[in-house]
């Protein structure tokens, strides 16, 4: 299975189901009153995290998800049935980033946990029946509310690898051999540059009661932070790890060592300062070829706790092992909230705004564009009890103090009239 990282989707609640115009109608009774039932309400959006998903692939061919809207009311009262919400299964370790058509994509939510469960997009409300509008001097509302539209966006979804430990390190150092070597991963090896491109997981079985998750990150190359090599999907699933393990290739010159190790660190430090902080265990590959033993006593000389390795006969495979297993259970959790992440105000500081655009005044506001959008504006009992609320808010007044007079045209979200 291909592995894929980043996906993007839309999301469309349910709209509400509209409220009815019915009236009691029975035997004896030739009059009733109003007895238009509550529109149902419109299904929500969730995503949960799936530890059985490991990637994004399935959003390569799906991009649109709706859920079920409310159905209208019935006669007598009877409510209409509320529309199923609808559950978006993701990989643990998915960031989502949300926008709307108007807004700017911001960070929404880490889902981290297995199980956990966020809600992305509210359904809409049912409709009132006419029923609700009856009053001692309208005793026969001839008008209902419309369903209120469910919330839309677009989601961004970034997964970044949950492990406990990352082998990182040039290309070719021997990573995915010595993954191989001590889980039942099976990665592609071969003795060339980016014969891995994507991360691969494994888990490492200290004892019966003790493991740990270990992925294999393909190889940084210089300019890795900015794009090369695919680095910069690669160094996202390196800040979910606890610890890392940088393998050096112990089939090259001392010289080239340290270059490749600088190399490696640097492009951390470009990324995300905090990833240099993270408890990093050395050790040389390649322990089985003869140069390897040399560098690792050259490099010993430089750095005492470095330690040696050979995927192949397994020399020193196990002590780093353990010496991870410790390592992890001594480092804090890991948090990977983006430095981006601040709280946005998406809402305006004011209820609503009203603009001259043109020969147009335009109002704007989520509850006046909601409130327009469950008005029937066919009914001219709606239309009233529309104005009526939009007088009590005050966009009335502010109308008149922006020159609006009668005929000119109003605006509100999708919809238009005439000032009256």
């Known amino acids: ?8 989707i839309v999301v469309a609640a349910g709209n509400g189901g509209d409220g ?4 009691r109608r029975e035997k004896f009774i030739p009059k009733g ?42 006669t007598s009262n009877k409510s209409g049935r509320s529309g199923d919400d ?25 889902l981290n946990t297995p199980g956990e469960r966020m809600l992305v997009a509210k ?11 009856a009053t001692s001097t309208r005793q026969a509302p001839r008008f209902a509310e419309k369903g209120e539209p469910g919330e839309r966006f677009r989601f961004r979804m970034e997964l970044r690898l949950l492990a406990d430990c990352g082998i990182i390190g040039v290309p070719n150092a021997g990573k995915s051999t010595l993954l191989a070597s001590v889980s039942a991963a099976r990665p592609k090896i071969a003795d060339y540059p980016f014969t891995t491109l ?6 490492v079985r200290i004892s019966d009661e003790e493991s740990f998750v270990l992925v294999d990150v393909p190889g940084l190359i210089e300019g890795a932070h900015t794009g090369a090599g695919l680095g910069d999907q690669f160094l996202r699933h390196v800040e979910r790890t606890r610890v890392l393990i940088h393998l050096l290739d112990g089939g090259k010159e001392l010289g080239e060592i340290l270059a490749d190790k600088s190399t490696i660190e640097n492009e951390l430090r470009a990324w995300n300062p905090r990833l240099i902080e993270k408890p990093v265990l050395l050790a040389v590959s390649k322990l089985d070829l003869p140069p390897a033993r040399e560098r690792l006593r050259e490099l010993r000389d430089q750095f005492p706790h470095v330690y040696g390795i050979s995927a192949a006969t397994r020399e020193g495979v196990q002590e780093l092992m353990y010496a991870a297993a410790r390592a992890i259970a001594e480092a804090p959790p890991v948090e990977v909230a983006p430095e981006s992440a601040a709280v946005i105000n998406l809402k305006p500081s004011e209820p609503y705004s009203v603009t001259k655009e043109d020969d147009v005044f335009v109002i704007a506001g989520e509850r006046v564009e909601r ?44 919809y238009e009239f005439l000032y009256s």
Do not use: C
Not at 1 to 8: K, L, N, P, T, V
Not at 20 to 23: F, I, S, T
Not at 123 to 133: A, E, K, P, S
Not at 198 to 203: D, K
């Open 198 to 203: 994507e991360p691969q997981l494994g888990v």
């Open 20 to 23: 009815k115009v019915a009236w």
């Open 371 to 414: 409130l327009a959008a469950m008005t029937d504006f066919d009914s001219d009992e709606g239309l009233a009890r529309f104005e009526q609320i939009l007088a009590k808010m005050g966009v009335e007044k502010k109308l008149r103090e922006l020159g609006a007079a009668e005929g000119d045209t109003v605006r509100i979200g999708p």
């Open 33 to 74: 009153g109003p007895a238009g039932g509550d529109g149902g309400h419109g299904g929500s959006i969730y995503m949960e995290a799936s530890p059985e998903l490991s990637t994004l692939v399935e959003f390569r061919f799906k991009r649109q998800f709706s859920a079920d809207s409310g159905k209208p009311g019935g």
């Open 86 to 110: 609808l559950i978006i299964r993701v990989p643990p370790g998915t960031l989502l980033y949300r926008g709307a058509e108007d807004e700017p994509e911001h960070f929404f939510a880490d």
């Open 123 to 133: 359904g809409g409300r049912g409709g009132l029946g006419n029923q609700h509008f």
């Open 1 to 8: 299975m291909q592995f894929i990282d980043e996906a993007s």
